[in-house]
């Protein structure tokens, strides 16, 4: 009975050793030592002790570990006999963690620490081991008193030192190693300590995890963001949760601060919000309060401190208020610790860390960006503005007439331009009017701004802006002008519902500025602006469906304003790129009504965009290239698309609203990942989400640039990001319509799948799977239940993934796909095997698949293609179930009875005659299945040999090498296998 016990609590141990880090992980373990100490059986106690030590050491609260740790050692001292070869290693092991956890607690002195240091000394030279370990921790501990003599003597004879078994491992000593250069602003040599951890030649339980968020900012000071960039998404992804590597995910919160991703630091800190407090280990919980007040302090900069945020329990809080909370504690720990220390380094390095400043403005991540309560960003403003710098109100002994009128002649110089900065004058003028009296023009010019500017949000307000300012215009003599606020004015109403109000206003501009024109008064571009006007209200008429006649109409004023427009006339420097601007306006919205005729459309958004360039506008060139870019894409040329594309960005650069930089950037994403150029795609995907964030888009847009971002991280292999991005977009993409919530859902389930997070990846094609479900399509339903089965057995979840591949099997019969009916009967055969069961399900499996395969085969009028497909299908079911066999009579563990010999053999020889079958089926197939012919004959090699027939695999082999002289390197490695076989068998004939 007690040695069931003794099996029960080391399973019981080996089940809890697998449970994540955390109090309930170590709660368990302080229970399996109570359990050990009732068998009486020192070694389950030792081995129960040595568990929780380790449950311990990976969680906040390691300074439990030194009691069990004490007892371990007692024991040791009291009977060195009790300990086999493992728990002595293990003790010794552990001593390591004792003394190296002691710094991190104020309350343990120093004489202490020293006093254990030398006592690890001792006891590692008692036991035979290498003073390399003692002298790596006496490093760590003069490091944090900041005795730098005492710590760079240390690391040297660290480093000098012959490793054993008690060395730390090689990543951990790497990753320390390149903490102390970075320290020292060696960011290069750091990162070459760290190179074979990040370059994953080295790992272990916490490595890459450190190193990855060790190395953000050496990245960043070394001109390298985009290497930070996936260092972050990758790290953090490996640290979330894990509350033994506080002080790793402080880092990943502390590159978000110095790098304009407020937002995704606060969600980090979110989810560790309980690590806010004393409760833990005092040195990681220091680091995380740092890198939180530093985060908090660059949301105060932006003028959050009035924004909810996430907090330890009990109370509600805001930036401001965790602020305060944190840095409270921050200040009594350093304090706790310079006491401690008797030295004023640890207050001096954490206020230094606090004080760093920003490295980027904004580094886009492609992650979730958003700050909450931030408003959407407006369109950016350039340092410099064309042939001028704007004006600025002077210094306070200047004339503030003079200010306002430089001022208000940069505005109108600006609005002439077309610049897009116009706006942004407008208002300065607006704020500098004070109690000026305003004459006719300026009122009409500030009343015709304030209708632009809310036209999109308030259009009745936007109408009686423009009536004022026609009434202003017709009041200071310039009708022309009156005329088209007047058209503005008709525009605004149809967009308020008053159609025929709308109609009317329209008509009535255009007469009053022909006649306005016909009389000297005004000039094409006024009669032009009206006719445009008159054109976009009955475009809006067309396409509300209000109005069987609007679209002639429509046509007809584009036309004519077309033609006015292109009319050679003497107009004025400031009336001709005024006039050309118009132009390019009626060309865009002229290919707006050309949808169905792809030629056209793109002849006009040309002739648009040329307009806006010869009118020196090329920022607002953007605006009918985009258009062309799709247009070219729906025809087929992507290049011509994507360069179309490259160009509206170029000519927009800097002076496009967020908006519109956002899509751009994402349609060029979707045309590199078109092509293939997927590096690329990653970061104009990048840019697409940083913008559509900026225009508060990132649930819509911006949801797919991050879905197209993880597409091209997928297709690079770089699984960890695109899990990562991809999971911060999730919740908007679900909203974006069962189409988009299934692609998601897919993607990010098969970049889990590769990072081997199977369980997850299996939760999210199903979840794919019910939305497909009612489309009525079998095919794509079919694709995710294999993909569903596919992770259930990888998770090991047998039982479910049986069901999930008859499922599939069924599906895929439904969609009429014999090859995949064979594929998922294979997969079923496999998972039988290696559920412990003999060959017979298998077989029976496999069998069923090579029918199917004949059968499907057999049916009249199939095609040359699904009839090589099918082919490679049977003759790749042979070689399976080859493969299987051969595994049974290898007995390599699957089964649960011994196979006789007799068995064995005849299992072996079936399995040889299958694999030979396969190579002349693989035969049939051509080349493209010369790879796997040869690696059949090999495999029936193998199987001859282990048969003893070397005449027969002496044959096969020699095949394998015909085939390889007559294809040359398609089969080289095959040769060389072949080759090696054949020395052996023939010293073995020579024996």
Request: contains cysteine.
């Amino acid at each position: 009975m007690t040695e069931d016990r003794i099996q029960q609590i080391r399973e019981a141990m080996w089940e809890n050793f697998h449970a994540p880090n955390g109090a309930p992980r170590n709660a368990r373990a302080e229970e399996l030592v109570a359990q050990a100490e009732d068998t009486a059986d020192a070694g389950v106690l030792l081995a129960a002790l040595s568990h929780l030590i380790t449950t311990y050491e990976y969680s906040t609260e390691r300074s439990k570990m030194f009691v069990p740790f004490a007892r371990m050692l007692r024991m040791w001292d009291d009977d060195p006999g009790q300990f086999d070869d493992q728990m002595a290693y293990e003790l010794f092991w552990r001593f390591k963690w004792v003394t190296g956890s002691m710094i991190d607690y104020p309350e343990i002195p120093l004489t202490a620490i020293e006093d254990w240091l030398g006592e690890m000394e001792r006891r590692y030279r008692l036991a035979g081991y290498a003073a390399r370990t003692v002298r790596c921790e006496e490093f760590s501990v003069a490091w944090h008193l900041g005795d730098l003599p005492r710590a760079e003597s240390a690391y040297a004879a660290w480093l000098a030192g012959d490793r054993d078994r008690m060395s730390n491992c090689h990543a951990c000593e790497a990753a320390t190693q390149g903490r102390w250069e970075s320290s020292h602003e060696r960011d290069e040599l750091a990162l070459e300590r760290w190179q074979p951890v990040l370059g994953g030649q080295l790992s272990c339980a916490e490595e890459p995890h450190r190193v990855l968020a060790y190395s953000l900012l050496p990245l960043l000071r070394l001109g390298r963001p985009d290497d930070a960039r996936n260092n972050h998404l990758r790290g953090y992804r490996m640290a979330r949760g894990n509350e033994s590597l506080l002080p790793t995910i402080a880092r990943h919160i502390e590159f978000c601060a110095l790098t304009g991703n407020e937002a995704r630091g606060l969600e980090i800190l979110a989810e560790h919000a309980r690590h806010l407090g004393l409760g833990g280990n005092p040195g990681s919980t220091l680091s995380f309060l740092e890198a939180a007040v530093l985060l908090l302090d660059r949301l105060l900069v932006r003028g959050l401190g009035d924004q909810a945020t996430s907090g330890p329990q009990g109370r509600s809080w805001t930036v401001d208020s965790l602020r305060a909370h944190c840095e409270q504690l921050r200040r009594d720990l350093v304090t706790r610790f310079d006491q401690r220390n008797g030295t004023d380094v640890v207050s001096r390095e954490s206020a230094d860390r606090l004080a760093q400043q920003p490295l980027f403005d904004r580094l886009p991540l492609g992650v979730s960006g958003v700050l909450p309560g931030a408003a959407p960003a407006a369109r950016p403003v350039p340092t410099t503005t064309p042939a001028a710098t704007p004006a600025t109100i002077a210094d306070d002994s200047s004339d503030p007439s003079d200010s306002f009128d430089d001022l208000l002649a940069e505005a109108r110089r600006l609005r002439d331009l077309g610049h897009p900065t116009a706006r942004q004058s407008w208002l300065a003028v607006e704020a500098a009017l004070g109690d000026r009296t305003l004459d006719d023009v300026l009122r009409a010019e500030l009343a015709t701004q304030r209708g632009m500017r809310v036209a999109g949000d308030d259009v009745v307000v936007a109408l009686a802006c423009f009536e004022e300012a026609a009434a202003a215009y017709r009041t200071a003599g310039l009708p022309g002008d009156a005329a088209v606020n007047e058209g503005r004015s008709a525009v605004a109403a149809v967009l308020s519902g008053r159609a025929d109000e709308a109609r009317s206003r329209a008509d009535a501009a255009v007469e009053a500025a022909l006649t306005a024109r016909l009389a000297g008064r005004a000039t094409a571009r006024h009669h032009a602006s009206t006719l445009l006007s008159r054109a976009k209200v009955f475009s809006f008429l067309f396409r509300e469906g209000q109005d069987a006649g609007a679209l002639s109409q429509a046509q007809a004023a584009l036309s004519e304003t077309i033609a006015v427009a292109g009319e050679p006339e003497g107009l004025s420097a400031t009336d001709a790129p005024r006039l050309l601007a118009i132009l390019a306006d009626a060309h865009y919205n002229q290919a707006a009504l050309l949808e169905e005729d792809l030629d056209l459309t793109a002849d006009a958004l040309r002739a648009g965009a040329d307009a806006y360039l010869r009118a020196g506008q090329p920022w607002n060139a953007a605006d009918p290239l985009v258009p062309l870019a799709r247009v070219h894409a729906r025809q087929g040329d992507y290049a011509g698309a994507e360069a179309v594309a490259a160009d509206a960005l170029r000519y927009g650069e800097g002076l496009l609203d967020p908006e519109e930089a956002g899509s751009t950037h994402l349609l060029i994403a979707d045309l590199q990942a078109h092509r293939e150029a997927h590096d690329e795609a990653v970061q104009h995907a990048l840019e697409a989400a940083r913008w559509l964030d900026e225009a508060g888009l990132g649930a819509g847009p911006g949801a797919a640039a991050r879905h197209r971002l993880a597409l091209s991280y997928q297709a690079l292999g770089r699984h960890a990001e695109a899990a990562e991005v991809l999971q911060s977009a999730l919740p908007d993409l679900l909203r974006h319509g069962d189409r988009a919530a299934a692609a998601a859902r897919r993607t990010l389930g098969e970049s889990l799948s590769e990072l081997r997070e199977h369980a997850a990846a299996a939760e999210q094609f199903a979840q794919a799977a019910q939305i497909v479900e009612g489309w009525g399509e079998p095919y794509p339903l079919a694709q995710l239940a294999s993909c569903t089965a596919e992770a259930l057995s990888a998770a090991g979840r047998r039982d479910e993934a049986e069901a999930a591949y008859q499922r599939a099997q069924g599906l895929w019969s439904a969609a009429g796909v014999p090859g995949m009916v064979v594929r998922t009967l294979r997969a079923r055969a496999w998972l039988t095997f290696r559920d412990g069961r003999s060959a017979d399900p298998g077989r029976a499996l496999m069998v069923e698949a090579e029918r199917t395969a004949r059968d499907a085969l057999a049916e009249p009028g199939l095609d040359p293609e699904p009839a090589d497909d099918l082919r490679r299908e049977l003759a790749d079911t042979w070689r399976q179930l080859a493969s299987l066999l051969r595994d049974v009579a290898e007995d390599e563990g699957w089964g649960d009875t011994e196979i006789a010999p007799d068995q064995r053999t005849a299992l072996f020889t079936e399995a040889a005659e299958l694999y030979r079958q396969a190579a002349a089926g693989f035969a049939d197939c051509g080349d493209s299945c010369l790879g796997v012919r040869a690696q059949a004959l090999l495999d029936a090699a193998r199987v001859r040999i282990e048969l003893e027939q070397h005449e027969a695999a002496t044959a096969q082999l020699k095949e394998v090498r015909e085939l390889a002289a007559e294809h040359g390197e398609l089969l080289a490695a095959a040769a060389k296998q072949a080759g090696s076989m054949l020395d052996w068998l023939e010293r073995q004939a020579r024996s």
